[in-house]
């Protein structure tokens, strides 16, 4: 939010530009009386204050001169011209500035929704480390009651509350298994299953613990 005093550091400034600019259009030429301070603050608006800080900027930079019982009088165009000039180059400059500004106040924003995230994700992989663990490689015996019968047929996950994620057999592996996949001696099960029914998988596979 800007305060009145950068409020009529910008009116002033802008006066100022507003002056050299008709000097420049050649509305005020040079030894030409403009306004005096009294006329100006009623044509813009503003208190005598603000158009002396406007006269004296103009004042400074050479293009007018302010004469004690005569008013302001028009020093040099040329002068004007180089005043806007600069002008413009420091509006752009103060508008890259602004914006570089603007960008580094997202940018520290996006940096803290980007480390939230990022300890929300670790948090949540901590959650899920043990869920890793519950995956178990068996191998299926050749006498092992699932033998020969299908995922169906054994009431796999009805009886274990496991989840046969894919088949090693012979070099192959069937991924996702159908409940009328029948399993045979030698195959290899990838099984997700909850920790605490981890003996139940195996009893009813009848391998042996890794």
Known sequence: METQETQVLARYATIAVDIATRIVRGEYREGQKVFG?????????????????????????????????VGVVVKSQKAAESFLAEYGHRQVLRHM?????????ERDKINMEIEKLMNELLDYTFKMAGNLQRIEEIKVSP?????????AEA???????????????????????QADTVIY???????????????????????NHK
């Open 185 to 207: 001696g030698g195959d290899v099960l990838i099984v997700l299953a909850p920790p605490e029914l981890k003996e139940q998988v195996y009893e009813l596979i009848g391998g």
């Open 143 to 151: 006498n092992s009651p699932l033998a020969g019968k299908s995922l």
């Open 37 to 69: 301070r009294s006329t100006l603050a009623g044509k813009y608006s503003v208190s005598p204050e603000t158009i002396r800080r406007a006269l004296t900027l103009l004042q400074e930079t050479g293009i007018v001169q302010v004469v004690p019982g």
């Open 97 to 105: 500035q602004q914006k570089l500004h603007r960008l580094l106040r």
């Open 155 to 177: 009431e796999f996950r009805t009886r274990t509350g496991a989840t046969v994620l894919s088949i090693y057999r012979n070099g192959e592996e069937i991924l996702s298994p």
